[in-house]
C-alpha cells in the first residue's frame, strides 16, 4: 500500500522506520495476536446470551473475564503462546459451572497465529431449577439423525488435536445432511484452520443461508475473505456479522482494517471509532490500527499522537516491562510527530 506521509524528507525517513519497529512490537510474542473465541450454546443448542466467562492462566489464576453476547459470541484476544482454562459463571440461571482447558501456540496456527474457536455447552443443574432466572438467545434448532449428531460430537473431539479427521468426519456428514447447520459451521473452522479457505468459505456461506442469526459464522466468512484476498466481500460479511451483533468489539475492527486496505478512509475511520467506543477506549489494537489511518491516510498526525498515546495507556504492566526499549522508541516517534506537526 503506498501511504502519504507529511513533513520533511528525514521525518517521513524515520517515521517509516519507527513505525515499522512499532508494527514489530504489536507482533511479538509479548503482544502476541493468539485468541481464543466461540458460542456458548444451552442443552438444545441455542446460543445463550448474559453468561460470564473467566480466562485463567495455567495455574488458574484469574486474568480476565468476559460476558456472552446476545449471539453466545465472547473473545479474549492478545494472548500469548501458553495454557489456558474456560470457567463459565452461570450465574443466577440453572447451568452448571465448568471449567475447560485450552493449549494455545499450535504451530499449524494460521499465519503463525493461533486462533482458537472454541464453542462450549452449558448443561442443566437440577439443583439450581427453581431458583434460575431465563435466558434469551438466538433460538436454532434442526431435526437430523441421531448417527449425524454422534458423528458431529466426534467431529468436536477431534476439532483441536486431530483436524485432518475432524474434517473428513464432518464432509462424511454432511454427504447426507447438506443442511446440517453446525456440521456447516463446524467444518467452516476446521477449513480455516488448516487453511483450506475454499472450503471454509463454502462452509460458512452455506451456514448463513441456513441460519442467517450466526454471528460466528459471518464474522469468520469475512475473516476467510480477507485471508483469500476478496474484500469487498469480506465487508459485505462483516457487515453482515455488525447487523446481527452490533456489539462486536473484533467485527468493527477488522471491518475498518479491510475498510483501510480498500482506501475507504472515512468508513474505516467510522468503524474503528465504533470499535474503540464499544471496547471503553481499552483496546490497544484499535488505538493502533486509527493511529496508522490518521497519519498514513486522513494527514492528521496530531490525532494519530492521540492514538499512539492511548495505545501505550492500554498496554499491560507485562506488556510494558518486557517491551521497554521498543516502547521507548514509540515514545520517541510521538515527540518527533508532535514537533513537526
Not at 95 to 121: H, I, M, P, T, Y
Not at 272 to 289: E, I, S
Not at 298 to 318: C, G, H
Request: net charge neutral; hydrophobic share 40%; with cysteine.
Amino acid at each position: 500500500m503506498t501511504y502519504r506521509t507529511p513533513g520533511s524528507p528525514f521525518h517521513r525517513h524515520y517515521l517509516t522506520i519507527a513505525l515499522a519497529s512499532f508494527i514489530l512490537l504489536a507482533a511479538s510474542p509479548a503482544l502476541a495476536q493468539n485468541a481464543i473465541s466461540g458460542i456458548v450454546f444451552d442443552p438444545q443448542k441455542k446460543p445463550v446470551g448474559d453468561i460470564e466467562i473467566e480466562l485463567l492462566d495455567g495455574f488458574e489464576r484469574l486474568i480476565g473475564s468476559r460476558t456472552t453476547t446476545a449471539s453466545g459470541f465472547y473473545t479474549f484476544q492478545r494472548l500469548r503462546a501458553g495454557v489456558y482454562y474456560l470457567r463459565v459463571r452461570p450465574g443466577s440461571t440453572n447451568f452448571k459451572e465448568s471449567k475447560q482447558r485450552v493449549d494455545l501456540g499450535d504451530l499449524n496456527a494460521l499465519g503463525g497465529v493461533d486462533q482458537k474457536q472454541l464453542d462450549l455447552f452449558l448443561e442443566i443443574d437440577e439443583r439450581r431449577q427453581s431458583q434460575a432466572r431465563e435466558v434469551t438467545g438466538v433460538v436454532f434448532a434442526q431435526n437430523v439423525s441421531e448417527e449425524a449428531r454422534k458423528k458431529l460430537e466426534r467431529a468436536r473431539k477431534l476439532e483441536n488435536k486431530q483436524p485432518e479427521q475432524a474434517f473428513e468426519v464432518l464432509q462424511g456428514i454432511l454427504e447426507s445432511h447438506p443442511d446440517y447447520f453446525e456440521a456447516l459451521e463446524l467444518l467452516g473452522d476446521v477449513a480455516l484452520s488448516l487453511k483450506r479457505f475454499e472450503v471454509a468459505r463454502s462452509s460458512y456461506g452455506r451456514a448463513v443461508q441456513v441460519n442467517p442469526l450466526c454471528f460466528g459464522c459471518f464474522f469468520n466468512l469475512g475473516v476467510t475473505l480477507n485471508q483469500m484476498g476478496d474484500k469487498k466481500e469480506a465487508v459485505e460479511a462483516l457487515r453482515s456479522a455488525n447487523e446481527v451483533d452490533a456489539g462486536s468489539i473484533n467485527a468493527n475492527l477488522l471491518l475498518g482494517i479491510v475498510l483501510r486496505d480498500l482506501k475507504f478512509f472515512e468508513e474505516a475511520e467510522v468503524a474503528l471509532l465504533r470499535a474503540r467506543r464499544l471496547g471503553k477506549d481499552k483496546q490497544p489494537d484499535v488505538n493502533w490500527q486509527l493511529a496508522e489511518l490518521y497519519y498514513f491516510n486522513l494527514n492528521q498526525p496530531r490525532r494519530a499522537v492521540e492514538e499512539l498515546k492511548r495505545y501505550l495507556d492500554n498496554l499491560t504492566s507485562e506488556e510494558k516491562r518486557e517491551n521497554r526499549r521498543k516502547i521507548e522508541g514509540v515514545r520517541q516517534l510521538i515527540q518527533k510527530i508532535e514537533s513537526e506537526s
